[in-house]
């Protein structure tokens, strides 16, 4: 702000002298001087009062001019409620990035979540996938422990197991006559019924040689000798389960079948494509009573038989010559 005065002479004007006062900005006159323009800058907003006076050639100095009453009004920047405003402003731009920053953490930790549940799930279905391969090859008890122990040595003693043993007749003779995909065909459609009918009534599918499926059961101790009378109705389902296949087919299958009770051991061998075993007198008699017996009957030993005479109706006494063992009585089912 600029603020241009004079003063009324008569004599020599060039040489009047001036000195003024900003009332508000400055606490005292300025010196004596000849300008006759004076310059304000950074005033603050507030009321200020102007006066000058002047000091002619010949020392006559006038008394200070009227006052000229100055109002500065202040800029937006300068009130109080725009201070009050921007600080508000910058409470709510920090708040709404907070906001926006919690925002963006609760959807990644919403997306996390969800991956994780993702992954979580998919490793729920690889485990129970794997669980499930496992209990394809082992059985429940024999899985866990070694799920929980894989260095453990896994072999138990059973004393009330039963085993059954069946073949195809003729299987060599079949399979020469037919390609390698209808035989392998064959045999997984006939022993995937073995499967199904073994997992629904409880007995324990060993493992499959060639056209071979043997079966035990009496392997869980809970069982007893109890588990004798499902083995022989299980042998009776796999003829069922062969004349069945044979009407679907138009093939004839026939199966011979053998069965023994008494003590095993049981256990897995290997770390590399391991298998669970059984092993012992009772598992080689059963595959004696199989190899002896006739198409599409049920041959057991005499143990078998004696545990299930009651409740089932057999042949007389067949005298049958058992490697390591002699001579031996069995019966056919009727």
């Known amino acids: 702000m600029s603020i241009k005065y004079t003063g009324l002479t008569s004599t020599s004007p060039e040489r009047v002298q001036f000195r003024y006062m900003m009332e508000g900005f400055e606490s005292s006159y300025s010196d004596w001087g000849t300008t006759r323009v004076i310059s304000y800058t950074n005033m603050k907003p507030g009321d200020y009062k102007f006066t000058v ?4 050639n010949d020392g006559l100095e006038s008394l200070p001019s009227d006052p000229v009453l100055i109002t500065k009004l202040p800029h937006i920047w300068q009130r109080v409620w725009f201070w009050g405003v921007m600080i508000l402003a910058v409470v709510l731009i920090v708040f709404l990035i907070v906001q926006y920053k919690l925002f963006q953490m609760r959807r990644y930790q919403k997306q996390l979540e969800k991956k994780v549940e993702e992954r979580t799930q998919e490793l729920k279905l690889a485990n129970e996938k794997a669980e499930n391969l496992l209990l394809n090859i082992l059985p429940k008890d024999i899985a866990a422990e070694l799920t929980e122990h894989p260095d453990r040595t896994i072999a138990r003693k059973h004393t009330k197991a039963t085993v059954l043993f069946t073949d195809i007749v003729g299987f060599t003779k079949m399979s020469s006559v037919m390609s390698p995909e209808k035989i392998i065909t064959m045999l997984n459609k006939l022993f995937s019924k073995f499967d199904e ?3 629904d009534e409880g007995v324990e599918k060993i493992k499959t040689i060639g056209d071979a499926y043997m079966a035990a059961i009496g392997l869980n101790e809970s069982e007893g000798y109890g588990g004798v009378e499902k083995m022989i109705y299980f042998a009776e389902g796999l003829l069922e389960d062969v004349n ?9 299958i026939q199966i011979r079948i053998g ?6 051991v049981a256990g897995v061998i290997g770390k590399s494509k391991f298998i ?21 009957k049920i041959h057991v030993s005499e143990s078998t038989y004696e545990l299930t005479k009651e409740e089932f109706d057999y042949s007389e006494s067949v005298s049958v010559s058992v490697k390591g063992k002699g001579e031996m009585n069995t019966y056919f089912l009727e």
């Open 259 to 264: 069965i023994n009770t008494g003590d095993l």
């Open 197 to 199: 009918r073994a997992k």
């Open 244 to 252: 069945h296949f044979n009407e679907i087919t138009g093939l004839d």
């Open 53 to 56: 006076m002047a000091l002619n």
């Open 276 to 296: 669970y075993d059984i092993w012992g007198d009772t598992v080689n008699v059963a595959s004696r009573m199989e190899s002896t017996g006739e198409p599409m």
